[in-house]
């Protein structure tokens, strides 16, 4: 697996890459961000810009199993984790975390979570928006945040690496002061998602994954 340039941070632990909720993709703010210094204004690169919404078109709409770990470090260094899967066979895509389940499933959204017994409890409700349309609303946010002539975030290719970086104040900053997104070669699947904010640092990474997804992978545990 080759992280490649072919791509939620509250909610990132559920829903980075499900439009449904978090990271909210690309989420709105509660204010405008403040001007930057007209002499460091620069557009991105368009080719990155362009490669970076062509890795996270496919991100969202190839079919695959992605296992892996969410891990939080707090600015004290304590780290909080668990296990993370991400099945997606589009419309269905499912997020799956600490007894928790997110996502859109045979046309509704579905949530799933535990009670203080460690009992699951599951809620399907309201029909799910066309999974593209909704891929096509996450890349317009994006070009909101990307492009123009003054971007609230310069966009780099590090590495095979699409790296986010803040260039002025917006509270909350949607993806964070700093954001790394990696992209497997040969699925699409996002591989590494690592965003900073405040010195607390959420990240996600994908250790294997699978190009077959079955009517049992999208079943609830």
Do not use: K
Not at 16 to 38: L, R, T
Not at 128 to 153: I, K, N, T
């Amino acid at each position: 697996m080759r992280p490649t340039v072919l791509l939620a941070a509250a909610g990132i632990a559920l829903g980075a890459v499900v439009g449904v909720v978090a990271v909210g993709v690309g989420g709105g703010s509660s204010g405008d961000p403040a001007p930057s210094d007209e002499s460091t204004a620069e557009p991105n690169d368009l080719a990155v810009s362009e490669a970076f919404f062509e890795a996270w078109w496919r991100s969202r709409t190839e079919t695959y199993r992605a296992d892996g770990t969410f891990e939080r470090t707090l600015a004290d260094g304590s780290t909080l984790s668990s296990s993370r899967v991400l099945v997606q066979r589009p419309p269905d895509v499912l997020v799956l975390q600490s007894g928790e389940v997110r996502g859109t499933l045979d046309g509704a959204y579905l949530r799933c979570t535990v009670d203080p017994e460690g009992n699951q409890r599951c809620t399907s409700a309201g029909t799910a928006a066309e999974h593209r349309a909704v891929v096509r609303g996450e890349l317009d946010r994006f070009a909101g945040l990307l492009q123009g002539a003054d971007p609230l975030y310069r966009l780099t290719d590090e590495d095979g690496c699409f790296v986010f970086q803040r260039r002025r104040a917006i509270d909350p900053p949607p993806y964070g002061d700093e954001a790394r997104m990696c992209f497997d070669d040969a699925s699409g699947a996002m591989v590494l998602l690592r965003l900073e904010r405040d010195g607390v640092v959420d990240e996600v990474v994908v250790t294997s994954v699978s190009a077959s997804v079955t009517d049992a992978d999208l079943a609830t545990p």
